[in-house]
């Protein structure tokens, strides 16, 4: 059965003349990559465009011969969206574009809070507000750490093979970064709590 091959069975099948493997690996990874990107694009059209361009990228270097499997399939993709992501900012920094944040509309038009009263809805608002504030006040090897870790869902092997350290240093920079949030919760008297 395909879903239970590797990563790199299913790109040798993909290039052995089966699409549907490449289909397989793009679901497998689907959820992992998109988190990622949608934690610095926040807008969802965006996001979009960044996530098919990242695996137009990687069916165009598999079918051109460009990946060589080192078990790291998976840091080899975010690297690329990644790459992508900071070239989106570069464009719209040499653009001079400002777009408008939508996160908090998808947020209170979400299903998940249709029986939430506004108060509750506000409080929610709040609370993502401050984790957002605690986390770009971090420095950027330890907001990327939190960032591939908990909203991307990465392990600390492929957050340490995608940024280029071990795996100890990754460990290090998320304690790092826990201990800073809490200081900054204390210096701001922040509360994170929805009750």
Known sequence: ???????????????DGNERSIEL?????????????????????????????????????????RYQDDGRF????????????IDHFRHEKQMGIVLNDDYEADLLNSRKLSDDNVEDVIVRRQV????????NGLPEDQREVVIMRHYAGMSFKEIADMTGVSINTALGRMRYALINMRKIMVEKNITLSLS
């Open 1 to 15: 059965m395909k879903s239970k091959m590797t990563d790199y069975e299913l790109i040798k099948s993909y290039v």
């Open 25 to 65: 690996l793009i679901l497998r990874h689907k959820s992992k990559v998109y988190s990622y990107i949608s934690l610095y694009i926040r807008n969802r059209d965006l996001a979009d465009d960044v996530f098919q361009d990242t695996f137009l990228k990687v069916v165009q270097s598999i079918r051109a011969g």
């Open 128 to 135: 993502m507000r401050d984790v957002r504030s605690l986390i």
């Open 74 to 85: 998976i840091s080899w993709v975010m690297r690329i969206a990644h790459n992508l992501i």
